[in-house]
């Protein structure tokens, strides 16, 4: 068909097939698609029947892995079969997202060169395949390893950092991919052939429909997806009140719909009952707050925070193996010691910018990666410069994950950011972590060329205790046996067979990261930086090895994930003492202005711990493959979790987590469920409710 091509609708044959059509089917053509053939898509009546043909195999594809993991039984109990019904219904909301856009392009398509559009049919195909399992087979996967199916803001991560995800997708799941991709392959090798052959296998019907005047397939197709829409709309408020029956538990196309309608149909703050409004503090300007702040003293501040590293996980704290952290130890004798230290969150992305910030990181409803940094943030690389410190960052992670770097320097300014990025450019993979002994002697580097006629504020962040906690081949390994190459080692799975070896090869990294503490603290010593400096330690977040059924972090509000420690080695140790109140992550600011004799900002939603207990609750949330957020009223804690449910925790009385102790205590129950509801409904009425003009003029509640 070597013919020049227009949008004149004079063409008479399709281009996928070469059928010739008759001036009978060319009217035909012209009376139902007259808008199309205007634009010169002669053969769409061809192609839209294929299309149809295609959805159809989509849905009946999800129909019958709905009914597989039915039969199977697989997270089927307490469900009945009206659950099964109403979670199949509401499945096509998402094929519906996939299936417009390829029918759309194939449409397009239709007005190239017969063999492009062969090749763009098939590629399309086999890239909607391809769109539409990959998750669902995440999905399954992550159902197998975790019990719950991934989440939107899961596919989120995957999505905007897919070069630094892929490597790690590929060594755990490469020959399942690779499995996906031929399957996807010969689907789009199948539709180009439908596509080839379909006018001429349907001719005869074509013809039969002409002559008895029956040729609404496409409004038969049309009123099946109107049907559709008026029983999931049916379906939608009683989804809603069996709460995650439905929505979350039983297939991954019916969870990803419900979420996404959820976010339509409902207002992003929670319902509670007669909210608590917290009145909101008028924004300063730096020049005000440091009107009444000048410090008392400006010793050299340095802040280390390591990753991923449980209370209980250190020699001080009563771990078995005292030898593990001699360093760390040491310092804590000498230190104000809380090892009831609680995060704003179980993964690194909103604990650390938490920290930095002095504020909890439950803004939005969904997973936040800072795209729109429109409130205030005030961190003390901001304060200090102000009172005469230099400012120096140093990370041995890439802090451009998950948008973090834009947190930090958004509105902000650090005087001297070093990460991995800044060692080894922009080479993104899995673990582009540094070498912590590189970091260290970095900030030793910067620390020699200082001004020295100026106090140094530090903070360091190192990382060998980060999944998979691998070290160089030529270091110290005391703890045995720990290689994991020879089973199935993934951050949320693994063999729990070989639980003996994954912790050896954590606690070596605990080691590890332990000698690099203690190389810097005999550095400081040797250069008289020691005694008359404020340092702090702490941890992101805790690591976990399935105390509590889960492994690595980002999953619950179990106390193996959210509580660390926190040591405050005080100017010449003014204050050596272990404390059991708790305490969290972002009363760290408020207290190293305690600490310098400053008083804390009122952007801060953190609290000075040093002179005594903090006041008010601690809140937390996980806003990872599962969402959760919870309360802490030591030792009472509260969580609710869209797998474990509602549950109040008394940490003291049951370690384990496992008792429910709402029906014992409901006083207690209902107090921290509504402190919890309160301050969800005020976070989301400040970041999402509330106007850019009340955002400039005032500060985050305080609590």
Sequence with gaps: MDQTWSLQPSADSCVICGHKFKPLEMAEISERFHFICAAGFPNVRCMSRTIKTFQLWFFLFISAAVLTIAVAGVNSSGKTPLHYVIALLLQWPLLLLIALPHSLLNLLFARLRPRTSRAAVGVTAALATFAFITPYAASIISQAELGTFISWDAFKVAFTDFRQVLPDVLRGYGIKLLLIVLFSIGTGVVFTRLCSNDWTRSEAGSKRRQRSGKTGSTRTFVMVLVGLSLLTAVCIPYTFATGNEISEKIFPPTSVSVSLLRGIL????????EPVDIPLERQVTMEEYLA????????????IMLEAISSDHLGFTGYFRQDITPNIDRIARESLFFPNSYVAANHSNYSQTSFHSSQYARRRPRLDRFEEINYPKVLLFDILPHVGYQTAFFSAQNEDWQGMSRFLLTHSTIEHFFHSKTELGDHIGSEVKLDDAL???RAQEYISGRNPGKPIFLYMNLQKTHFPYELQEEAEKPYLPWETDHFDFQYFHYDRRYQDNVRNKYDNALHYVDKQVGAFIDW?????????????IAADHGEAFYEKGYAAHGTSLFEDQICTFTLF??????????????????????????????????????????????????????????????????????????????????IEADPTEQEDFSKKHPAKRRELETALNNYIHNQMQYYMEASQNERDRFYAPQY
Aim: glycine share 8%; aromatic share 6%; with cysteine.
């Design 524 to 536: 400081l010593k040797a250069n008289n930086l020691y005694d008359n400096s404020l340092i702090v």
């Design 266 to 273: 409902r207002n992003p703050c929670k319902e509670v009952s």
């Design 439 to 441: 970091v260290r002697q």
């Design 569 to 650: 080695k005080l100017p010449n140790s003014a204050k050596k003492e272990v404390r059991g109140d708790a305490m969290g992550l972002i009363d760290i600011n408020p207290s190293v202005l305690e600490a310098l004799g400053m008083p804390s900002h009122p952007a801060f939603q953190g609290k000075p711990v040093l002179a005594g207990p903090r006041e008010g609750f601690i809140y937390m949330t996980s806003q990872g493959l599962i969402k959760a957020d919870g309360v802490i009223d030591y030792p009472w804690k509260y969580i609710d979790s869209s797998k474990e449910g509602k549950r109040l925790i008394n």
């Design 292 to 303: 009444g702040a000048q410090p008392a003293a400006t010793p050299n501040v340095f802040i």
